[in-house]
């Protein structure tokens, strides 16, 4: 064994305060980067905004570091003319870890929102073979983890494999987020006829989000929690984990996976 010395390169993770008129409403520990989508994104999962429209502008703070140069790490939310403010009732607001995004709900029974959209209706199909090849299509649009290896990412995909935005992020909620307020933005939600593809475990929270922006396909390169599952099964939402080239498991609302040469395994 020897002892080399060399230069790393290592993920960015630093606070994101986001307010909105002027109220605080969570502090999360996220990459840099895409930071008003990140916002739009949990705004809208959480339930606290209706949709992109209620956002008139969202712009950086100038706040200061403690060398005396702007952090970016302040975004304030302004709100159209006659959009109520987001009610923070029942919700803790002081922060959100990297790991862990429920932590800014004061109760289990808050996290439990039934989102506008009905999974149900959506009749969209992914062929097997196409779904088992996502977490490689995910990993090859990873530019940072392949310099780094200390990112979580999500993208968004429509059902023929296609890549519509993804992100990477040192929280997999953020990341989730990223591409959420993106869509939301640029698409429109329900986002119908789409697979949201995650690198990790699909978690309570990330199969509530996908619930939120009307995702009928939520894909894990890991496993789901039992929370998850649950939520999935009653969503309507397909839930897919251990995406690995060739197989997988099912674990609700198989129906909408068209099985064909490859072998997929059905659990649950």
């Given at each position: 064994m020897r002892t080399v010395t060399r230069p790393d390169t290592l993920a960015a993770e630093e606070p994101?305060?986001?307010?909105?008129?002027?109220?605080a409403v969570v502090v999360t520990m996220r990459t840099p980067g895409h930071d008003l989508d990140l916002a739009l994104g949990f705004l809208l999962t959480e339930g606290l905004l209706s949709g992109p429209a209620d956002v008139h502008t969202a712009l950086h703070c100038s706040d200061l570091g403690d060398d005396g140069r702007p952090t970016f790490n302040v975004l304030e939310v302004h709100l159209r003319a006659g959009v109520p403010q987001p009610d923070l009732q029942g919700r803790r607001t002081f922060g959100m870890t990297s790991a862990c995004g429920v932590?800014?709900?004061?109760?289990?029974e808050a996290l439990r929102r039934r989102s506008r959209f009905e999974l149900r209706d959506d009749t969209s199909t992914v062929d097997a073979d196409v779904l088992v090849?996502?977490?490689?299509?995910?990993?090859?649009e990873?530019?940072?983890f392949s310099r780094t290896g200390g990112l979580h990412a999500a993208g968004l995909f429509s059902t023929d494999g296609e890549p519509i935005v993804v992100r990477e992020d040192v929280g997999?909620?953020?990341?989730?987020?990223?591409?959420?307020?993106?869509a939301a933005r640029e698409r429109g939600w329900p986002l119908t006829g789409c697979v949201l593809v995650v690198s990790g475990?699909?978690?309570f929270e990330l199969a509530q989000k996908a619930w939120m922006a009307g995702v009928p396909v939520l894909a894990a390169v890991s496993a789901p929690s039992t929370l998850a599952v649950e939520l999935a099964n009653e969503a309507g939402m397909t839930l897919v984990g251990f995406v690995r080239a060739p197989t997988m498991n099912g674990y609700t609302h198989p129906d909408r996976v068209v099985l064909r040469s490859r072998a997929t395994s059905a659990s649950g």
């Open positions: 994101l305060e986001v307010r909105v008129g002027g109220t932590c800014g709900s004061a109760s289990i090849d996502l977490p490689d299509r995910l990993r090859a990873q530019q940072v997999r909620h953020n990341a989730v987020d990223k591409v959420l307020g993106w475990r699909a978690s």
